[in-house]
């Protein structure tokens, strides 16, 4: 399946976490069912893999990681920024930040439902 992956880059703001994301498949535009697999190294050693099936799959699974990881929550306004920084980087069209907050915020069946 064509894929693209964005470079390396700081995860969240934090000093020693980079992540990568990979988008399935090679597309042009956004979708709130799109396929993501994200990469989060500790320094150059890879700590999570996670495969996501949707946008709002990989909110949480970002925010519970965070959260394990510095203790602190993550607003959902800050990962949408970070999240269309990685669009840009694949050079896939975003969406406006209000959609993709929704679509963060919906269950996999909410989106299930939209997408068809």
Not at 7 to 30: Q, S, V
Not at 77 to 100: K, N, Q
Request: charged share 30%; proline share 4%; glycine share 6%.
């Amino acid at each position: 399946m064509p894929q693209i992956t964005t470079p390396l880059k700081k995860f969240l703001g934090t000093a020693n976490y980079l992540a990568r994301l990979t988008f399935y498949p090679n597309r042009k535009y956004y979708s709130a069912a799109m396929v993501v697999k994200i990469e989060i190294f500790d320094g150059r050693n890879l700590d999570r893999t996670f495969n996501c099936n949707s946008i709002a799959e990989v909110a949480q699974k970002v925010m519970v990681f965070y959260k394990e990881k510095t203790g602190q929550d993550l607003e959902v306004r800050r990962l949408g920024r970070w999240f269309i920084e990685y669009l840009d980087d694949a050079h896939i069209r975003s969406p406006e930040m209000g959609v993709l907050l929704k679509d963060m915020q919906s269950t996999p069946q909410e989106i299930e439902a939209r997408e068809g």
